[in-house]
């Protein structure tokens, strides 16, 4: 499946107060992203083997998609245009040899 696909397929799942339609789709994204961690999180501290809850984390990362998808929509750009200009942010990086440390370009 192609972002652009995957944005219009979710887009008809949005069922979300359009008046505060830029905060919902922040802060749901904060809170998927938190969910994610919060796994790993209790995973690392009991020591639960990575296959355990591989499918609880791919679950919260399709959350954390339609989060990032919604967002996306609200502030008028595509899937296709974020994903094509990070792997050029990240393309200019490794040609500047600054994938790691600090960065000034952002």
Do not use: C, H
Request: charge should be negative; hydrophobic fraction near 40%.
């Amino acid at each position: 499946m192609e972002f652009n696909q995957y944005q219009e397929a979710a887009n008809e799942t949005a069922l979300y107060p359009k008046d505060i339609a830029l905060l919902y789709t922040a802060l749901g994204l904060n809170g998927e992203a938190g969910e994610v961690a919060e796994i790993i999180k209790k995973m690392v501290r009991s020591e639960t083997p990575l296959e355990e809850v591989r499918g609880k984390i791919a679950r919260e990362l399709g959350d954390v998609l339609w989060y990032i998808s919604a967002l996306a929509g609200e502030i008028g750009l595509t899937m296709e245009t974020i994903a094509k200009a990070n792997l050029a942010k990240l393309k200019n990086r490794e040609e500047n040899e600054t994938l790691t440390g600090e960065r000034e370009d952002d």
